[in-house]
């Protein structure tokens, strides 16, 4: 089931964004390099709710939450119209269509809600979100070129985006 967060599910997100963190070299985050509280995931729901052009999703299987997929919406009057996208699956839940659920949630979400554009960035070598992200409907965009840093040495990120005709 594919449903937007609830303030009640701050501690389990927390725990799930942690788990994602150590379980993926792919997120930008390595595990315990942020401090993820439940409090820190009450107050991003709280300012996200708030939001026309923001949302956080999660993936439950059996009151697991076993994905998540956070839409931040632009800031300024320019940008309004877009959403940045950060989104992770736990790994013994990957390759069962949580993936896809949640981009078909987010882009009715994004569509009810004006959005125009998603975007996100992913690691050259993440062929696994690459397809998924492709499968959604996002291009390539272009590449940030030594983008991060991670074992020992740089590597590049694509940007892709998704164009939303309403």
Known sequence: MIRQVLMEDAKD???????VDSES????????ERELTEETLQN??????????????????DNIL?????????????NKHSAYIVTGILKAYQGKGIGTLLFYELEEW???????????????DNSA??????KAGFQKEGIKRDSLYMNDKYVNEYYMSKILEG
Not at 13 to 19: G, S
């Open 13 to 19: 997100l927390a725990a799930l964004i942690r788990q």
């Open 25 to 32: 070299p792919f997120m930008l985050y390595e595990a315990g």
């Open 44 to 61: 991003l729901i709280r300012k996200l709710s708030g939001e026309q052009n923001a949302a956080i999703f999660a993936a439950e299987e």
């Open 66 to 78: 076993a994905g998540y997929l956070i839409a931040i919406g632009g800031a300024a009057r320019k």
């Open 110 to 124: 994004a569509m009810q809600n004006g959005l125009h554009r998603l975007e996100l960035t992913v690691i050259t």
């Open 129 to 134: 979100a690459i397809a998924l992200y492709e």
